[in-house]
């Protein structure tokens, strides 16, 4: 069984290593944080140690452990991937056995894509991007340093590097989006976006009222 070190111990590492753990050849020996970072408090997490990347490289060299970079900003990741290749290792992808994709699937290092993912056929992805429960139509592409959450793509649709679609966003056929796009939650993409894009909705407003107050079903009966 191979073994891998998770870098990073909040909710994503969490999630991370579970699926690694229980679905997949990989064995989690350790967490990764960065020396500034590390807490004397903490020494272990999920069973494991926590370490400073200085003592994981004398401690899991990359001659023999891979890594996986759980962390979820799109910028700091690509950060601690350029970081952690430098040093020479080498990374896991992870693909659920619950996922929906074709074998000819092409993916770069340090991919995740979890159980809620469909990709259709002629798909290719980049280094260190991350599919949460994300529908990828055929012929798309995307780039590196990504983050897609909760998407719906169509055919032949291009995603640039160091991108984030929120949730229920999506993009129509043939639509390319720049690198460095901030997609928000809802958003729907129709045309070509340039590179350092943001799209959002307009702020909802959220009213809050005591649910007693809320007569769903009217039982009284009507005067004869």
Not at 65 to 77: E, Q, S, Y
Not at 113 to 142: E, K, L, W
Not at 175 to 198: S, W, Y
Request: negative net charge.
């Amino acid at each position: 069984m191979k073994q891998i070190v998770i870098y990073g111990i909040g909710k994503m590492a969490e999630f991370i290593s579970y699926s690694f753990q229980n679905d997949s050849d990989y064995e989690v020996v350790a967490f990764c944080v960065d020396d500034a970072y590390l807490e004397t408090s903490q020494k272990t997490f999920l069973g494991c140690p926590v370490l400073g990347f200085a003592d994981i490289l004398e401690q899991f060299p990359p001659d023999s452990f891979l890594m996986h970079l759980a962390v979820g900003r799109n910028n700091a990741r690509q950060i601690i991937f350029e970081k952690v290749l430098e040093a020479g290792y080498s990374f896991a992808n992870y693909i659920c056995s619950k996922a929906n994709v074709w074998p000819d699937l092409v993916i770069g290092r340090n991919v995740f894509i979890d159980q809620a993912c469909v990709f259709h056929p002629y798909v290719t992805i980049g280094d260190n991007s991350m599919f949460i429960a994300a529908r990828i139509g055929h012929h798309c592409s995307v780039g590196s340093h990504s983050l897609l959450s909760g998407v719906s793509l169509a055919g032949n649709v291009s995603i640039g590097d160091n991108c984030f679609m929120g949730i229920n966003s999506g993009a129509k056929e043939n639509v390319r989006i720049g690198d460095h796009n901030t997609i928000g939650a809802g958003c729907f993409i129709t045309k070509n976006t340039e590179n350092g894009t943001l799209i959002y909705q307009a702020k909802t407003v959220q009213k809050t009222v005591l649910s007693k107050n809320i007569v769903l079903f009217n039982n009284a009966k009507k005067p004869e």
